[in-house]
């Protein structure tokens, strides 16, 4: 089937720490990936997306890469601030079926000062 | 703000009891999904609309259903509550993009079951 494994939380860093979110998928056909944010008593909302093998997604000073041979889209960051703490979702979307988004189990980030 | 409203924010009952969940999509939006969100599933797909018609199902309950009116407002109903259903209930949205799109989720209702 259609899933998507997360690096499992929480993470937490530092201000000004190098970041990095794992996220894996297994998908029949060629999935659109996704990274959803969630902060706190919000919903979630779109960071950024690839739709192809090789694409970079970009966001906020947020990156992700469409690795088709790695089935991989980790999500990274150069330097995080504590207004990053937040849940991250790593989602796929098919272009079969229902088109409906699978999420990944979330990962909890937390930014100390 | 992503366009999608749901209401009530907040609704707390008792178990055996029934709810109903209001979405309103953005603008020009077709297609509606509902996601369960609770601390030891994560979020779960439960139901998508498309134009009214029901598109696809996920892990809904058969004590759950929904619907898309014709304004395309769309309802989550649950019925015979249970203390497992308390959670955060997402409403999205998405317009024509296919899976290129990205979906407009709302704030969430949040359902406590006592």
């Not at chain 2, 509606?32 to 601390?39: G, I, P």
């Not at chain 2, 030891?40 to 498309?50: N, P, V």
């Not at chain 2, 598109?55 to 929904?66: C, H, M, P």
Request: hydrophobic share 30%.
């Amino acid at each position: 089937g259609n899933s998507v494994t997360q690096m499992e939380g929480p993470v937490t860093l530092s201000e000004e720490a190098f970041l990095t979110i794992n996220c894996t998928y297994t998908a029949t056909g060629y999935p659109s990936l996704f990274w959803y944010v969630q902060y706190p008593g919000e919903g979630l909302q779109l960071l950024l997306k690839a739709t192809k093998a090789d694409d970079k997604g970009s966001n906020k000073g947020f990156e992700a890469t469409y690795r088709k041979e790695t089935t991989s889209f980790h999500l990274e960051k150069g330097s995080v601030q504590v207004s990053d703490s937040a849940v991250y979702f790593c989602a796929l979307r098919l272009i079969q079926g229902a088109q409906k988004l699978v999420f990944g189990q979330g990962t909890r980030l937390t930014i100390n000062p | 703000d992503s366009g999608v409203t749901q209401t009530p924010k907040h609704l707390i009952t008792a178990t055996g009891q029934r709810v109903t969940l209001r979405c309103s999509p953005r603008s020009g939006d077709l297609s509606v999904y509902w996601y369960q969100q609770s601390l030891d599933q994560g979020l779960q797909f439960l139901i998508q609309y498309y134009n009214g018609e029901e598109r696809a199902k996920g892990n809904i309950l058969e004590r759950f259903s929904a619907q898309q009116f014709p304004d395309l407002h769309s309802e989550l109903n649950l019925s015979s509550l249970e203390l497992g259903d308390s959670a955060l209930y997402f409403c999205a949205s998405s317009g024509s993009q296919g899976r290129t799109g990205e979906l407009f989720f709302g704030e969430g209702s949040r359902l406590t079951v006592l």
